[in-house]
């Protein structure tokens, strides 16, 4: 059930970037809310925001003008070190998965876990060995990313950004380096995982094969909200 006050809250959140004395301005005066457990996707063509308007809720871009509060935390009065824990407790994957090459899938979907001074090495391991076991991936945990097909690494990153239980996942176009069928694949498994876990996904996308996924659908042109699309509850 998705309770009654938002995880994520924008008002009046506007953004822009300067080249030289030119003002390009990306997002105009947008006003949402997103819910926990909800499953949003932001859909809209390219350079629409969607991309900059995910990366203001995971607080990698400060916020310009308007308000925007995510998970408790008010990101306009936020301290760097306020940002750092915000940032810990969400989940991000992202279209080109991420992984670091030199380390095997089971050491890429602990490193969320490395500077939390709850776990040892031993409590990640095991934490990031109970994930892959959920992912369909556990007798791959020793192999490198070079050594998966790309599906099989979107599934490593999908672990990776649960295994910290954050309360918000933010998905950046998952499904565009693969094909139909893993594509479909993937979301329809972070589905099931963020179900089980009641975790908010927000996920910007191209791809209209996977919007039956969506409880609600957010549509972005020009940096503007233009229509929301409540899709089931």
Do not use: Y
Not at 89 to 103: A, C, D, N, T, Y
């Amino acid at each position: 059930m998705i309770s009654s006050a938002p995880i994520i809250s924008a008002r009046g959140l506007s953004h822009w970037f300067e080249d030289g004395l030119k003002r390009n301005q990306v997002l105009h005066d947008l006003t949402l809310d997103i819910f926990p457990g909800e499953i949003v996707l932001i859909t809209g063509p390219s350079g629409s925001g969607k991309s900059t308007l995910l990366k203001l809720i995971g607080a990698q871009r400060a916020v310009q003008h308007g308000e925007l509060h995510v998970n408790g935390h008010s990101l306009n009065s936020a301290s760097p070190r306020e940002l750092v824990g915000i940032r810990r407790g969400i989940g991000v994957i992202f279209q080109s998965h991420h992984l670091l090459k030199s380390l095997t899938v089971c050491q890429n979907v602990q490193m969320p876990l490395s500077h939390d001074p709850r776990h040892s090495a031993a409590s990640s391991r095991a934490a990031a060995l109970a994930l892959l076991e959920r992912v369909g991936l556990r007798e791959h945990a020793h192999k490198l990313p070079a050594q998966m097909s790309g599906g099989q690494n979107q599934r490593v990153a999908i672990a990776r950004a649960l295994v910290a239980n954050p309360r918000i996942v933010l998905a950046d176009e998952p499904t565009a380096s693969l094909d139909k069928n893993t594509g479909r694949e993937a979301v329809e498994l972070l589905q099931n995982l963020a179900r089980d876990s009641g975790v908010t996904i927000v996920l910007v996308t191209h791809d209209n094969r996977i919007l039956d996924v969506a409880d609600r659908i957010l549509s972005l042109e020009d940096g503007r909200l233009v229509d929301q699309r409540q899709c089931r509850r």
